[in-house]
């Protein structure tokens, strides 16, 4: 994140925050911390903050269910969950709920900078998306046209050059940047949450060819040895997160197909 961010910390164990805002100030951030839900809450009605830390349990209320007024407050306002107590269930919870992510108490410095920076790559590109739409389809005119230009078997946009690298990935008139992490259908860009936006990128990298729940959840999110019933669980909310972005008509999709039993595939 760029330095003078703010960062919000609603957890009441004294040590914990403190630490934290250490390590978060000493990074160059500026943090303000928040012992209770209805303390943040108060904090996050007078102004956003680019990021907030929110524990999982608080004296008054979980994190999980202020999660709402905070999403109701700032829709695209970035929050991780803090849990000493980590699950596949509390993930999925929080994720449902609006988290951006979570992290396992104890906190360690530098996987905490490390997410922190990661947020904020992300959150910079929807801010950006409607000034580099066009840039964006021009590029694409210039890649399809330019000489050596030629596609890859997965649908990839690649040129000849070995100093130029793989950016696009287009399936009829679903274009994804990579780089740029953005995504163009039919020429109109579509806001996406950056969990979701891999799956998509996961689907699109196999189309038209099925991809069971588990290949989808291991190259989308990294997890590994998961049971079917958990990979299904996981990868079905965000095949609903990607529907409500790109189906015409959610109840009816025509690009995600479900493949009973299997997993989705993405026809385009």
């Known amino acids: 994140m760029a330095m003078n961010d703010t960062i919000l910390i609603v957890d009441d164990e004294p040590k914990l925050a403190r630490s934290l805002a250490l390590i978060l100030q000493h990074a160059g951030y500026r943090v303000t911390t928040a012992a209770t839900a209805k303390e943040g809450l108060q904090l996050l009605q007078g102004g956003a903050f680019d990021l907030v830390f929110l524990d999982i349990k608080l004296p008054d209320q979980s994190g999980i269910e202020i999660l709402p007024q905070i999403r109701h407050l700032y829709p695209d306002m970035p929050v991780v969950i803090l849990t000493a107590h980590a699950s596949l269930e509390t993930a999925i ?13 104890p906190i360690d410095p530098e996987a905490i900078l490390a997410r922190v920076n990661k947020i904020h790559e992300d959150q910079q590109q929807p801010r950006r998306r409607r000034e ?110 990607l529907r409500k972005a790109l189906e015409e008509d959610v109840r009816h999709p025509r690009m995600i197909i479900t493949v009973r039993d299997v997993g989705y595939r993405l026809v385009i």
């Open 93 to 105: 919870e929080a994720v449902r709920a609006g988290a951006s992510d979570y992290l396992l108490k």
């Open 132 to 241: 580099i739409t066009t840039q964006i389809q021009t590029l694409l005119e210039e890649l399809h046209t330019a000489e050596g230009s030629v596609s890859s078997p997965f649908g990839l946009v690649t040129s000849s050059s070995p100093n130029d690298l793989t950016r696009y990935i287009k399936r009829g008139d679903l274009v994804i940047d990579l780089h740029a992490r953005h995504v163009i259908l039919k020429e109109r860009d579509i806001p996406m949450a950056p969990s979701t936006f891999d799956y998509l990128v996961t689907l699109m990298r196999h189309s038209p060819h099925p991809v069971p729940y588990d290949t989808m959840v291991q190259e989308s999110q990294g997890y590994q040895g998961l049971s079917r019933i958990e990979a299904k669980e996981i990868t079905r909310w965000q095949i609903h997160e």
